[in-house]
């Protein structure tokens, strides 16, 4: 084994730095516990989203759809809105989006989400036999910007895409 000799200068310097070291967390230690956790822009994100889905599941009610299930989750995923339209059984995703400079809400649902939902709409239809046998679509309900004008896209992707 080598051995590594330090100059007294090296070790003096050493000990200031790790003395300098251990004042810094202690000043971050107080720091943190003096100090709440700025949650605010994430509830404020969740609070949009879960008022988007209420206008959206409103809507859609309005339109003569039974809603059957909000947020329902599974292993392979979540679905924002499971609704009866007559005959079918409806898998909806709710999108909003503050502002289109990034694409408009119904662009995020790209080819990976929409693979999720298929996913996790196929093991809501075999924990639920009775659903099985129903034809269902997948659609997207869109709220863009600060008139949060509402677009619902029917049949938004098929299952076989």
């Known amino acids: 084994m080598k051995e590594i000799i330090f100059s007294r200068q090296d070790a003096k310097t050493a000990k200031v730095f790790l003395g300098e070291l251990c004042a810094f967390a202690r000043e971050i230690t107080a720091f943190m516990d003096k100090t709440e956790p700025d949650n605010s822009c994430f509830m404020d994100t969740l609070t949009r989203g879960k008022d988007a889905e209420d206008r959206a599941c409103h809507y859609l009610q309005a339109q003569g759809l039974q809603l059957l299930q ?6 392979r995923g979540e ?83």
Not at 119 to 125: I, K, N, P
Not at 142 to 156: D, H, K, Y
């Open 79 to 161: 679905i924002d809105l499971i609704l009866q339209d007559k005959d079918s059984l409806v898998f909806v995703e709710v999108r909003y989006r503050n502002h289109p400079r990034f694409g408009s809400a119904a662009e995020s649902v790209d080819r990976r989400k929409q693979s999720r939902l298929i996913a996790c709409a196929q093991y809501f239809m075999q924990t639920h036999p009775d659903t099985c046998q129903q034809p269902c679509r997948f659609d997207v309900i869109s709220i863009t910007g600060s008139t949060a004008a509402i677009e619902w896209i029917a049949n938004a992707f098929a299952a076989s895409e």
């Open 70 to 75: 909000r947020n329902y989750r599974s292993k």
